[in-house]
């Protein structure tokens, strides 16, 4: 099994939807949860990260982390055209380099 | 953007040959990763280092060294190229071990 699970899509869904992105994970020790973007040809770059369990929020972007299921969420409010990418999960005991997920392949439709 | 630059940004070379891909950075981190990135595999993490002349193995590290002489510059070589490592290698960095990380816009790589 691997640490990290995500479902690699693609997703492809109209604009104006609401989106949820998933990753589960097998380590307990997991502290540290992120959540990165990557356009085509591009490098990650970082779209929220949270500590331990609860909820972030930034503009149309909610981040869930629920440690008792071991289980990350990444939600996307009127989701837009330029939203368009591969979306990565990522995590850290905080003693250990990041661990990935294989990436979400997300196309929004106008 | 934080100051990471990858050197060179494309690359083609022949198997069995020595290759060197440069990562440097600005930011005074201490933490820094090679990784690299294939279809249905993701990012993998081959080295890193947690300091000058310190380093360590990540998951995908046969066929790779890394060197680190100074805090701002980390270098993946490929001892003897083989096809199997073309591929799209990034460079992040960390302040600490959990830490956001920022990556360089990677190397393409393709071993012919």
């Known amino acids: 099994q691997k640490e990290v699970e995500q479902d690699p899509g693609p997703l492809s869904v109209p604009e104006g939807a609401i989106v949820s992105l998933n990753c589960t994970y097998s380590n307990s020790a997991f502290q540290y949860f992120m959540w990165y973007r990557q356009y085509s040809r591009k490098g990650p770059e970082l779209l929220m990260y949270t500590y331990s369990s609860g909820n972030k929020e930034d503009g149309r972007f909610t981040a869930q982390v629920d440690k008792s299921s071991k289980y990350i969420s990444l939600f996307i409010r009127d989701s837009q055209p330029s939203d368009s990418a591969t979306y990565l999960c990522a995590m850290s005991t905080g003693n250990t380099p990041l661990v990935f997920g294989k990436g979400t392949r997300l196309s929004v439709i106008a | 953007d934080a100051g990471i630059t990858q050197s060179p940004r494309h690359k083609v070379t022949e198997t069995g040959t020595p290759v060197t891909l440069r990562c440097h950075q600005t930011?005074?981190?201490?933490?820094m990763y090679w990784y690299r990135q294939d279809p249905g595999h993701g990012l993998r993490l081959i080295h890193y280092?947690?300091?000058?002349?310190?380093?360590d193995k990540g998951e995908v590290s046969d066929g790779y060294s890394v060197s680190r002489s100074k805090t701002e510059d980390f270098l993946l070589t490929l001892e003897s190229a083989t096809s199997s490592q073309t591929s799209v290698y990034f460079c992040a960095i960390t302040r600490d071990q959990g830490t956001e990380a920022f990556f360089g816009q990677g190397t393409r790589l393709t071993v012919v």
């Open positions: 930011e005074n981190h201490r933490y």
């Open positions: 280092s947690y300091g000058v002349k310190d380093t």
